[in-house]
């Protein structure tokens, strides 16, 4: 478990999306049951309803759901989520949202990055 005066959270994904409303919710959940704790989500000017599919998350705590406009943004937000959160989870995933992590689980069940 996280020692809380240390980080905030155990693992965090860092992803940058755009479009992904329909996948959104089975996304999080999965990594929720995966052991990931807390999610940057980077919106890359989304039209559809991905920010409100995201909202329960944000309102619980869960995603800091962080504006993205432009091209060629990958890069940038992944170099901003290290500046502006590396001290707030012990490890941070990049990830895309088309991708699923599978922590390995120690003998005592907890994830292990």
């Known amino acids: 478990m996280v020692d809380k005066n240390l980080f905030l959270h155990d693992l965090a994904i860092v992803a940058i999306m755009k479009n992904e409303a329909p996948y959104l919710k089975e996304w999080l959940d999965y990594h929720l049951i995966a052991g990931v704790d807390h999610f940057y989500l980077y919106d890359n000017d989304s039209p559809d309803n991905q920010a409100e599919v995201a909202k329960p998350y ?12 432009g091209k060629a943004m990958q890069l940038k937000v992944y170099n901003d989520a290290v500046n502006r959160f590396k001290f707030q989870s012990r490890y941070m995933a990049f990830i895309d949202g088309d991708e699923f992590i599978y922590p390995k689980l120690t003998e005592i069940g907890r994830a292990h990055v």
């Open 58 to 69: 944000v309102e619980a705590g869960i995603v800091d759901y962080i504006p993205a406009p």
